[in-house]
């Protein structure tokens, strides 16, 4: 079991089994919303085990495509956890456990500040991944 939580403590959440995969994104949104690294699971995997009331959301504008869930007590980004895909993103940080995939991939690195540097031999792409 990998667990995870939000910086209070009111959202937590458990992973029943591994995570696909991670990845980063550098666009401005991510950045601003404090989740660029995230971490892929799988629904049916994925538990909310407290703090449901906690949640709120920041609904995407026109044009983009992410509901953004974070802890309205303490304000942690939390990623897409009330989606309901079969696969969504859950910010890296609020991991407890190791989550035991590496980062793969950057994405929107075209977008990336100067001052942040990449150091790792992840994939990179200026926008979006393009399967290879
Ligand atoms: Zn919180
Ligand atoms: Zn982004």
């Keep these: 079991m ?5 910086c209070c403590g009111a959202v937590r959440f458990t992973l029943a089994g591994e995570p ?15 989740a660029s690294t995230f971490v892929f699971v799988k629904r049916a995997d ?3 085990s407290a703090g449901r009331d906690a949640i709120s959301l920041y609904e995407p504008e026109t044009g983009y495509r ?7 007590k303490c304000g942690t980004a939390l990623g897409e956890i009330l989606s309901e895909a079969e696969s969504f993103p859950v910010n890296a940080q609020t991991f407890d456990d190791d989550p035991r995939v590496r980062n793969r991939f950057h994405e929107f690195v075209a977008d990336k500040p100067d001052w942040y540097e990449i150091c790792d031999d992840a994939k990179r792409f200026d926008g979006h991944p393009v399967q290879s």
Excluded at 21 to 30: L, N
Excluded at 66 to 72: A, I, Q, W
Aim: hydrophobic content about 20%.
């Design 66 to 72: 992410y509901r953004r869930c974070f802890c309205g």
């Design 2 to 6: 990998i667990e995870g939580s939000c």
């Design 20 to 34: 696909s995969m991670m990845g980063t994104c550098h666009c401005s949104r991510c950045r601003k919303s404090g």
């Design 46 to 48: 994925f538990s909310l």
